[in-house]
T-cell receptor
Framework: AQKITQTQPGMFVQEKEAVTLDCTYD???????LFWYKQPSSGEMIFLIY??????QNATEGRYSLNFQKARKSANLVISASQLGDSAMYFC?????????????FGPGTSLSVIP | GAGVSQTPSNKVTEKGKYVELRCDPI?????LYWYRQSLGQGPEFLIY????????DSGLPNDRFFAVRPEGSVSTLKIQRTERGDSAVYLC??????????????FGQGTRLTVV
């Protein structure tokens, strides 16, 4: 069965520094997609970045990049030049062939606090 | 509207009562998802619709929970005989038909349900 693990319940980072949020996953699929979402205190889930299992390059979207290590089944999110507005919950998620790509499975999340 | 709309944003109900939560997806999105998010946890999959039919309801916790999408657009999540353990944020998401791993889900703001 598919499973997402995020081992960091809470993280702190100084403003303007970079931070890495860990995500490991378990799946028997060869074809799957990995997503990161941000959830501010307002509650909405905001899509940040996507990585496909067959993508050879690590995904990047502005200040967000995904450190994808397929053999280790890890998909860590790197946020560069942290801003106060980055303080939020961050969820790693995946969609795979095992569930016909129907479900998006989420990890437990990491709470990020950016310190001025 | 441009995004996924959920109403009400907050709902307080007494134990044993019946509640309905509404989701209005992005226009043209055929896939619709309901998730439940308890405090400090990641979203937990409940049910997935493709068009009018429930393609996967394996996440519904018991028969007190039911969801419909009669015209393939708006969906209603119905909870009978509510219990205090049902208190959570109920998130709705929609996406174009999920054809593969890279289909992003767009989330609403959620309905915070409190059972007293």
């Amino acid at each position: 069965a598919q499973k997402i693990t995020q081992t960091q319940p809470g993280m702190f980072v100084q403003e303007k520094e970079a931070v890495t949020l860990d995500c490991t996953y378990d799946t028997s699929d060869q074809s799957y997609g990995l997503f990161w979402y941000k959830q501010p205190s307002s509650g909405e889930m905001i899509f940040l970045i996507y990585q496909g299992s067959y993508d050879e390059q690590n995904a990047t979207e502005g200040r967000y990049s995904l450190n994808f290590q397929k053999a280790r089944k890890s998909a860590n999110l790197v946020i560069s030049a942290s801003q106060l507005g980055d303080s939020a919950m961050y969820f790693c998620a995946m969609r795979g062939a095992e569930t016909s790509y129907d479900k998006v499975i989420f990890g437990p999340g990491t709470s990020l606090s950016v310190i001025p | 509207g441009a995004g996924v709309s959920q109403t009400p944003s907050n709902k307080v109900t007494e134990k044993g009562k019946y509640v309905e939560l509404r989701c209005d997806p992005i226009s043209g999105h055929t896939a619709l998802y309901w998730y439940r998010q308890s405090l400090g946890q990641g979203p937990e999959f409940l049910i997935y619709f493709q068009g009018t039919g429930a393609a996967d309801d394996s996440g519904l916790p018991n028969d007190r929970f039911f969801a419909v999408r009669p015209e393939g657009s708006v969906s209603t999540l119905k909870i009978q005989r509510t219990e205090r353990g049902d208190s959570a944020v109920y998130l709705c998401a929609s996406s174009p038909r999920a054809q593969g791993a890279n289909t992003e889900a767009f989330f609403g703001q959620g309905t915070r349900l409190t059972v007293v």
